[in-house]
Nanobody, 114 residues
């Protein structure tokens, strides 16, 4: 059974930082392209960042220079370091695994507010 479990979300002030984690089980994590997506209230889910099995990364323009995606294949864990957060980053953040099938986590809420 495949499971992707996100953690690390919460309430943070504008300008603050958070680090999200996504723990994967039931898949050969190292061969999957992994991604972070987010969905704000009333909006469609959007891509935040992706990282391939080889470590190549890609980012949405809105987060370039502020967010960093990384992975630890030994721990089957995906990360998203988020710095300089602003209110527009408020959303539910989901991790996604894609290769042989596509799998989603349940999401973790990030709220940026003073």
């Amino acid at each position: 059974q495949v499971q992707l479990v996100e953690s690390g979300g919460g309430l943070v002030q504008p300008g603050g930082s958070l680090r999200l984690s996504c723990a994967a089980s039931g898949i050969n994590f190292s061969i999957y392209t992994m991604g972070w997506y987010r969905q704000a209230p009333g909006k469609q889910r959007e891509l935040v960042a992706t990282i391939t099995s080889g470590g190549s990364t890609d980012y949405a323009d809105s987060v370039k220079g502020r967010f960093t995606i990384s992975r630890d294949n030994a721990k089957n864990t995906l990360y998203l370091q988020m710095n300089s957060l602003n209110r527009e980053d408020t959303a539910v953040y989901y991790c996604k695994a894609n290769r042989v099938g596509t799998y989603w986590g349940q999401g973790t809420q990030v709220t940026v507010s003073s």
